[in-house]
């Protein structure tokens, strides 16, 4: 059976998934509602720059775009694809892959494919912890709205242990789920960080050889919490430490005003945005990932990226793949969102720990992302592939 997947455009994340499951001789469409920042420069509002990714993300397997009638502004209404539909329509029936429900051509999707045939999976970016601070009028609200417009999907898809618990609150059968998770080209990360020592990294980058070096990667917007990790960062000015922020956006200002304040100049790099093919040097020249992120960062696939560096890490508990990814005491440290005082701590516990131990967590988070791969995503579609027949 063909499967189609649907996206808003194409994304650096996924492009690389679609490329394999093809090279794998799997029969895939993906549909595109818009062309994003794959053929032009396209303003990012979060980065606060435009952008176009330096990776091929359109090569490698089948695609189409289709004309978006919907409106400019953020919403509901922003993607609306009378012509997906009738395409789809005229498809020879096919487990059709959806990612979202936030957009009239997602429902639309939901709700007509079956009608056509075509058989329905649903991957999404649920998480059960975001689902839980909602208020609870709110939660049984959308609890009803999902089950009527996912009433009709057969496969769910899950990407982690958050995901997999949404669906199960939900009443979704365990027959019905499959283990599909986020995952990053992680052979071609790992190809190109060692392609040079972490030494060799420093130096190119202009970065202390001799320094721990802790990156954070991600925009500079709230939902981020950067200034968390440049607060905290201030208890170890001075030691042999250098705190390496790559990413851009609004907070910028912001960041460097409190990195004057707290005269950090010469320990916190801004690096600003770092395109696709240079993101693994920048992996490979730290010893540990740091991630602040609040509710709202569903997943975080820069730690995976980092883990394939070998990294050790440090979340915070509401980063959505904390539950799957990080070890606690294995292969990292985790704190409370928000709690400037607690993640101080495991920054001086990251600062004085013996860089054996620190090496021995960096290969148990390569080996833990092992597990977060295409080949398991592709393990997983089979296996929902199977049990529709």
């Given at each position: 059976m063909q499967l189609i997947f649907v996206h808003t455009h194409p994304i650096q994340y996924?492009?690389?998934?679609?490329?394999?499951l093809t090279?794998?001789?799997w029969p895939l469409q993906v549909w595109y509602c818009s062309q994003g920042a794959s053929s032009s420069q396209q303003l990012d509002k979060e980065f606060g720059t435009h952008l176009q990714w330096d990776l091929p993300l359109l090569e490698g397997y089948r695609h189409r775009f289709f004309t978006n009638e919907g409106h400019d502004r953020p919403g509901f209404?922003?993607?609306?694809?009378?012509?997906?539909?009738?395409?789809?329509?005229?498809?020879?029936?096919?487990?059709?892959?959806?990612?979202?429900w936030n957009y009239r051509t997602y429902v639309q999707l939901l709700r007509q494919a079956p009608r056509w045939g075509h058989r329905l999976a649903f991957r999404a970016e649920t998480n059960a912890a975001m689902e839980a601070a909602r208020p609870r009028w709110q939660q049984w609200a959308r609890r009803w709205l999902l089950r009527w417009l996912l009433g009709q999907v057969q496969a769910y898809c899950y990407i982690g242990q958050q995901s997999r618990l949404f669906y199960q609150r939900m009443g979704i059968a365990p027959h019905q789920l499959f283990f599909t998770p986020y995952a990053v080209d992680n052979d071609r990360f790992q190809r190109q960080m060692q392609t040079q020592t972490r030494e060799q990294w420093r130096q190119q980058?202009?970065?202390?050889?001799?320094?721990?070096?802790?990156?954070?990667?991600?925009?500079?917007?709230?939902?981020?919490?950067?200034?968390?990790a440049i607060r905290a960062f201030a208890s170890l000015q001075g030691q042999p430490?250098?705190?390496?922020?790559?990413?851009?956006?609004e907070l910028r200002p912001a960041m460097e005003a409190q990195i004057t304040e707290l005269g950090l100049q010469q320990q916190v790099l801004l690096t600003g945005f770092v395109n696709q093919t240079a993101v693994p040097g920048w992996y490979a020249a730290a010893d540990t990932l740091l991630m602040?992120?609040?509710?709202?960062?569903?997943?975080?696939?820069s730690v995976n990226e980092g883990m394939?560096?070998?990294?050790?890490?440090?979340?915070?508990?509401?980063?959505?793949?904390?539950?799957?990814?990080?070890?606690?005491?294995?292969?990292g440290w985790g704190y409370a969102c928000g709690d400037v005082a607690a993640l101080t701590d495991c920054l001086q516990q990251w600062m004085h720990a013996p860089t054996s131990e620190l090496q021995q967590m960096g290969e148990a988070s390569r080996q833990r992302v092992a597990e977060y791969s295409f080949?398991?995503?592709?393990?997983?579609?089979?296996?929902?592939?199977?049990?529709l027949r």
């Open positions: 996924f492009a690389p998934l679609y490329q394999y090279a794998q001789g209404g922003r993607y609306h694809h009378p012509q997906m539909l009738e395409a789809l329509r005229q498809e020879p029936p096919s487990l059709l892959v959806v990612h979202g980058l202009g970065l202390p050889i001799h320094h721990r070096i802790l990156l954070y990667s991600g925009k500079y917007i709230a939902k981020k919490r950067p200034l968390d430490a250098t705190l390496v922020m790559m990413g851009e956006g602040c992120s609040q509710y709202g960062e569903t997943w975080g696939l394939n560096a070998g990294l050790s890490l440090i979340l915070s508990d509401q980063v959505g793949c904390a539950a799957d990814l990080l070890q606690p005491g294995i292969n080949a398991q995503i592709a393990k997983g579609l089979q296996a929902a592939l199977q049990s």
